[in-house]
């Protein structure tokens, strides 16, 4: 069983930054991806970036340009900056993992509120 901690959410005005963390941890082994994901209030769970075990990323557009996935192996952590952040950028931002069989594992989700 995999366990994901998030963590760097929080309130930040427009064109600020927040870096996300994602750790983690439990039984871990043939992970195929590491990737955010965030839901905004009515709206459906998307995709916002997502990183490969071969280090290939794929964005959202509405993010590209200005947020930057990453990962350390090593700690099992997987990061998210962003910057130039706008108030369309607010929900709660999840993180998965996916292994090699297609299961995902999902955060408990923080929260990222950027105020006009």
């Known amino acids: 069983q995999v366990r994901l901690v998030e963590s760097g959410g929080g309130l930040v005005q427009t064109g600020g930054s927040l870096r996300l963390s994602c750790a983690a941890s439990?039984?871990?082994?043939?992970?195929?991806?590491m990737g955010w994901y965030r839901q905004a209030p009515g709206k459906q769970r998307e995709l916002v970036a997502v990183i490969t075990s071969g280090s290939r990323t794929n964005y959202a557009d509405s993010v590209k340009g200005r947020f930057t996935i990453s990962r350390d192996s090593a700690l099992n952590t997987v990061y998210l900056q962003m910057n130039s952040l706008k108030p369309e950028d607010t929900a709660v931002y999840y993180c998965n993992v996916r292994n090699a069989w297609g299961d995902d594992s999902w955060g408990q989700g923080t929260q990222v509120t950027v105020s006009s």
């Open positions: 439990g039984t871990i082994f043939g992970v195929s991806a």
